[in-house]
């Protein structure tokens, strides 16, 4: 009997019941400081080549030919993702600056949850229409379509 009693002054003890509590919640990985690669430019002629493509698509967790394809669309220029060196060609002259802009606002509208603010969300295709899903919440947006 006297093990029942000390369950009950545990559940009744505060403190006891949120280091629980912080022992079973995982950590939020999504913080406001996230921070994303500055794009390495190089411009020649009237291309635009963003040396570390890959490392900033891996940043945003997110498929470099899809952010390749928002890019795209927002420059409304062409343009051509190389696997092999994790690089991006663009066919239209654009400043750094321009173009980490471009990569916020995909941050902001394709990565992070509207909902909790964690990083931690993917991207479905459902039919016609894209969500951006949070796996930190369970949270369902739709975004616009790129």
């Given at each position: 009997?006297?093990?029942?009693?000390?369950?009950?002054?545990?559940?009744?003890?505060?403190?006891w019941?949120?280091?629980?509590?912080?022992?079973?919640?995982?950590?939020?990985?999504?913080?406001?400081?996230?921070?994303?690669?500055?794009?390495?430019?190089?411009r020649?002629?009237?291309?635009?080549?963003?040396?570390?493509?890959?490392?900033?698509?891996?940043?945003?967790?997110?498929?470099?030919?899809?952010?390749?394809?928002?890019?795209?669309?927002?420059?409304?220029?062409?343009?051509?993702?190389?696997?092999?060196?994790?690089q991006?060609?663009?066919?239209?002259?654009?400043?750094?600056?321009?173009?980490?802009?471009?990569?916020?606002?995909?941050?902001?509208?394709?990565?992070?949850?509207?909902?909790?603010?964690?990083?931690?969300?993917?991207?479905?295709?459902?039919?016609?229409?894209?969500?951006?899903?949070?796996?930190?919440?369970?949270?369902?947006?739709?975004?616009?379509?790129?």
């Amino acid at each position: 009997m006297e093990g029942s009693s000390d369950v009950k002054k545990k559940l009744l003890d505060y403190e006891w019941l949120l280091n629980r509590l912080y022992e079973k919640v995982p950590p939020r990985s999504g913080s406001t400081e996230y921070k994303i690669p500055e794009p390495q430019v190089i411009r020649i002629g009237s291309q635009t080549i963003i040396r570390n493509f890959r490392e900033i698509a891996e940043k945003l967790k997110r498929d470099p030919q899809l952010v390749a394809r928002y890019l795209q669309k927002e420059l409304a220029t062409a343009g051509s993702y190389d696997p092999n060196s994790g690089q991006l060609v663009l066919n239209v002259k654009v400043s750094r600056r321009v173009i980490s802009q471009f990569l916020n606002i995909f941050f902001k509208n394709y990565v992070r949850c509207p909902t909790c603010g964690s990083i931690d969300t993917r991207l479905e295709k459902r039919g016609k229409m894209w969500v951006l899903v949070c796996e930190a919440c369970g949270a369902e947006q739709p975004v616009k379509p790129f």
